[in-house]
């Protein structure tokens, strides 16, 4: 058995209470703490008319190493069409679920949301900025050329907080850490 003195107790008190705070929501500051994502949903949506597709990917344990579930929902796509697109983040191991991508928005200047296409002949182009004018990527535009390869591919969707690293507007990669990595299948129709 451990005896403390009084001082110890106090101390030790103080101390549990610092950790405690520092494991809150992240600050506006650069350096505020990680997001807890366990579901990354993405929707694409005709601009010139037409149905959502939405399809979204559980991962219980965020970025931990356990593999994200198979994707719900499916993405297919045609040639020669653009989209306008979305990622929302939630945390779905809280109760009640947390909506993670208002806290990513409301901290844009911390977050940067990087897409990874597969296929050929697409482009993905970011649209929205943080407060710096700098990319965000929760809402996207995705040009289906006419060229555009037929056939299966994936989106990769990284969502990167930056901390100590600053964000830079001219970034192609995570420079910071990651929050959450998860690939999308896609099917583009020939």
Same mark, same amino acid.
């Given at each position: 058995?451990?005896?403390?003195?009084?001082?110890?107790?106090?101390? %030790?008190?103080? %101390?549990?209470?610092?950790?405690?705070?520092?494991?809150?929501?992240?600050?506006?500051?650069?350096?505020?703490?990680?997001?807890?994502?366990?579901?990354?949903? %993405?929707?694409?949506?005709?601009?010139?008319?037409?149905?959502?597709?939405?399809?979204?990917?559980?991962?219980?344990?965020?970025?931990?190493?356990?593999?994200?579930?198979?994707?719900?929902?499916?993405?297919?796509?045609?040639?020669?069409?653009?989209?306008?697109?979305?990622?929302?983040?939630?945390?779905?191991?809280?109760?009640?679920?947390?909506?993670?991508?208002?806290?990513?928005?409301?901290?844009?200047?911390?977050?940067? =949301?990087?897409?990874? =296409?597969?296929?050929?002949?697409?482009?993905?182009?970011?649209?929205?900025?943080?407060?710096?004018?700098?990319?965000?990527?929760?809402?996207?535009?995705?040009?289906?050329?006419?060229?555009?390869?037929?056939?299966?591919?994936?989106?990769?969707?990284?969502?990167?907080?930056?901390?100590?690293?600053?964000? =830079?507007?001219?970034?192609?990669?995570?420079?910071?850490?990651?929050?959450?990595?998860?690939?999308?299948?896609?099917?583009?129709?020939?």
């Amino acid at each position: 058995m451990i005896h403390r003195s009084s001082a110890q107790v106090t101390a %030790l008190g103080i %101390l549990t209470l610092t950790a405690l705070a520092a494991c809150g929501d992240s600050s506006t500051a650069p350096g505020g703490e990680s997001e807890v994502i366990s579901r990354v949903t %993405l929707t694409l949506t005709p601009s010139s008319g037409g149905a959502a597709l939405t399809a979204y990917v559980d991962d219980a344990d965020g970025n931990g190493p356990g593999a994200p579930s198979a994707q719900v929902g499916a993405l297919a796509l045609t040639r020669g069409v653009t989209y306008t697109g979305s990622v929302k983040f939630e945390n779905r191991l809280a109760t009640p679920v947390e909506d993670i991508t208002q806290e990513v928005i409301s901290e844009a200047n911390e977050h940067s =949301v990087f897409y990874t =296409v597969s296929s050929t002949g697409v482009t993905l182009t970011t649209t929205d900025v943080d407060g710096q004018n700098r990319p965000l990527g929760v809402r996207f535009s995705k040009v289906m050329g006419a060229a555009a390869a037929p056939g299966a591919g994936t989106v990769r969707v990284l969502l990167c907080h930056y901390g100590s690293s600053p964000k =830079v507007a001219t970034a192609t990669a995570c420079t910071g850490d990651t929050d959450i990595n998860v690939s999308f299948n896609v099917n583009i129709a020939g």
